[in-house]
């Protein structure tokens, strides 16, 4: 492989190719439907559902960026992305259990969970988590050592440990947090253990030694909290859908907290909930909510970018994972309808394991 001197001088080798989403998607679909149609039929057709449901990938028109951080990190690293699919089909399989977690936790009736019902649904989801830890081992099968496949099944299962305490404290601080640190380290909390093992597996994969993986992992941190961030800024501004019920239920995000939102008044009817809901939604727009959370959102992006500056230093070529930073990301072929750059964080999908 041909090398060329950065402006830092160091070395940097030739710009591998960057797969495009299309192909992501294709490559860890195909892995994800594999593992699915060797399950029992009862559990095939929930789980199926669920994957090809909210934009996973075996949607129509799949967004998920979590296979696409975990391949991306893996081409940055210098590795070859093709032993990076089943790492990206486990996190792709285990997300997709979160969001069920996170639908049931909330009390949201899912089109899944209205035709299966919600106790056949949470099987299938800690069915699906299950799957991700034996999935992810199969990474042996595409040429990786057994003792790194052994490693990225221990990052699987600590990292989605760590997101779920955070998931709980959230979920039992709700009438408690008042302070604006308090909420962005529950954001934190949850969104940001998700993101940095997205980019530890795929630079783990590539053989990459500690200091180097811990530079990736701070690059996914940073990079799903202020994901995490703009889509709490999205679901409290005015003009939104009702269908994210943050306002309604007073969550403890950065911008309900900062504006003192503390949900809709009990026993309103619809009709006063909607109103209630508008105007609230244009309060907390007018105290600072929103900006607030935009400019933390663009602090931790500037992290993230240090991360990468970091890892450009040493060589690495981080074109793919500043473009997805960036929202530029040129490689996307984004079908039809798919979100806009705003939106393609890991933050915009349920951060709950």
């Known amino acids: 492989m041909a090398m060329h001197s950065g402006v830092s001088g160091a070395v940097k080798h030739e710009a591998s190719i960057i797969p495009s989403r299309t192909e992501i998607y294709r490559a860890v679909g195909g892995r994800t439907r594999a593992v699915i149609a060797e399950q029992e039929p009862s559990l095939q057709q929930i789980c199926r559902d669920l994957l090809a449901g909210d934009r996973h990938v075996l949607s129509e028109c799949p967004a998920t960026l979590w296979p696409v951080v975990v391949i991306r990190s893996c081409v940055s690293a210098r590795g070859d992305w093709s032993r990076a699919l089943w790492p990206a089909a486990a996190l792709e399989i285990a997300m997709t259990a979160a969001d069920v977690f996170d639908d049931l936790a909330d009390g949201e009736e899912t089109p899944v969970i209205a035709q299966f019902g919600p106790g056949p649904v949470l099987t299938a989801a800690a069915g699906l988590l299950s799957l991700a830890g034996s999935v992810i081992l199969r990474a042996c099968e595409d040429g990786c050592p057994e003792s790194v496949a052994l490693q990225l099944g221990r990052m699987l299962g600590d990292a989605l440990a760590t997101a779920a305490d955070g998931q709980l404290h959230s979920l039992s601080r709700r009438a408690t947090i008042t302070d604006v640190v308090d ?19 795929g630079s783990a994969v590539a053989l990459v030694d500690a200091d180097v993986l811990d530079l990736y992992g701070t690059f996914g ?6 994901g995490q961030l703009i889509n709490d800024a999205l679901d409290a501004s005015p003009g939104r859908s009702s269908a994210k019920r943050d306002v309604q239920d007073g969550s403890p995000t950065v911008p309900l907290v900062f504006a003192g939102s503390n949900g809709a008044p009990r026993g309103a009817s619809q009709a006063a909930i909607a109103a209630w809901e508008d105007a609230e939604r244009r309060r907390i727009a007018e105290e600072g909510g929103i900006i607030l959370t935009e400019v933390l959102a663009i602090a931790d992006r500037l992290r993230a970018e240090q991360a990468l500056a970091a890892l450009d230093e040493l060589g690495h070529e981080t074109s793919a994972l500043r473009e997805l930073l960036g929202g530029t990301d040129h490689g996307a ?8 750059s705003a939106e393609q964080t890991p933050g ?6």
């Not at 949850?190 to 993101?195: C, F, N, Q, R, V």
């Not at 941190?221 to 202020?226: E, G, I, N, Q, S």
Request: no cysteine; glycine share 10%.
């Open 221 to 226: 941190w940073h990079f799903a909290v202020a």
């Open 333 to 340: 072929d984004r079908p039809p309808g798919d979100v806009t």
């Open 183 to 201: 909420a962005y380290r529950l954001t934190a909390g949850k969104s940001g253990p998700l993101g940095e093992l997205a980019a530890r597996l």
């Open 348 to 353: 915009n999908q349920k951060p709950y394991v």
